[in-house]
């Protein structure tokens, strides 16, 4: 089975452009999440999709926004970038069930904003 | 609204000896706490998790232990190796088919040889 894939694995921006990150979730999986990693925040949760509807927001400005597609394919934007948005992303996947479980992670996109 | 803190930042322990992480959480519908070991450039994984019907979990050389009452719970390794060095995350969330997690700021363990 495979794993979590997400694209782009690295790039680079400049300050006000704009961002798109994809996230495939394991086979079956209809729940995606995504986390914004910085040294010293630990894991930052960002939001979470089931079923192409959001389920829960973090904290975040309105300048992070996702999607679900029909596929469970999930996109993460973050529009008009800051030097702050500097940061791993990574998106999780789990099996949807009664109980809350295993959260299945990518390896992340490592964005970088000059 | 929901926070969890997690001490200690870093941690340095020699080969053998034990190592104590400790989570405090603030949601008290929270009932779902799960710890992930990240090794450096790999993917966050889940090593250990606990339900609030039982206080104790261990699984060979891990151990989880939860109080509701006091709202924290704390991750042991005993005879620490080399391999178990890595950044460490505990997690609160309310289980009732919500994936909001909330992760505190982990802990980075280092095993000296």
């Known amino acids: 089975k495979a794993g979590v894939t997400q694209t782009p694995r690295y790039l680079i921006k400049t300050r006000g452009q704009q961002v798109t990150l994809s996230c495939s979730p394991i086979s079956g999986h209809r729940s995606v999440s995504w986390y914004q990693q910085t040294p010293g925040q630990g894991l930052q949760f960002l939001f979470e999709y089931f079923s192409e509807t959001q389920r829960n927001k973090g904290n975040f400005p309105g300048r992070f926004s996702g999607r679900q597609f029909s596929n469970s394919r999930s996109e993460m934007n973050v529009s008009t970038l800051e030097l702050g948005d500097s940061a791993l992303y990574l998106c999780a996947s789990t099996a949807s069930g009664r109980d809350t479980g295993e959260l299945f992670f990518g390896e992340g996109s490592r964005l970088t904003v000059l | 609204g929901e926070n969890v803190e997690q001490h200690p930042s870093t941690l340095s322990v020699q080969e053998g000896d034990s190592a104590v992480i400790k989570c405090t959480y603030s949601?008290?519908?929270?009932?779902?706490f799960p710890w992930y070991k990240q090794e450096l450039g790999k993917r966050p994984q889940l090593i250990i998790d606990i339900r609030s019907n039982v206080g104790e979990k261990k699984d060979q050389r891990i151990a989880v232990t939860l109080n509701k009452t006091a709202k924290h719970f704390s991750l042991h390794i005993t005879e620490t190796q080399p391999e178990d060095s890595a950044v460490y995350f505990c997690a609160a969330i309310q289980s009732s088919g919500t994936y909001k997690y909330i992760f505190g700021t982990g802990t980075r363990l280092k095993v000296l040889a």
């Open positions: 949601d008290s519908a929270s009932n779902y």
